[in-house]
């Protein structure tokens, strides 16, 4: 299952983090949001995971992928080679 942490934004369509989640079902990826809080001190588990503050930060496979549009361009490049 993937994890994506994402920001605390109740709607997926006024942020990056949203259009991270909306194509995750689009792709029928199943995943758990883990939302962080928007001040960027506070984001021990982010900073853990990437060395950085800054959320979406896609958790899958054991991979680990932060900024939407790289994770986009992921879930475009699994879907290719199914």
Do not use: N
């Not at 299952?1 to 006024?14: F, K």
């Not at 259009?19 to 809080?37: N, S, T």
């Amino acid at each position: 299952m993937a994890i994506l942490y994402r920001c605390t934004t109740p709607t997926d369509h006024l942020c990056v983090c949203g259009k991270v989640a909306r194509a995750l079902r689009a792709e029928g990826i199943d995943f758990e949001v883990e939302r962080v809080p928007l001040v960027r001190s506070k984001r021990p588990e982010v900073q853990a995971l990437t060395g950085q503050t800054r959320v979406p930060v896609l958790v899958l496979g054991g991979e680990t992928i932060c900024d939407s549009r790289r994770i986009l361009e992921h879930l475009e490049y699994r879907r290719e080679q199914t």
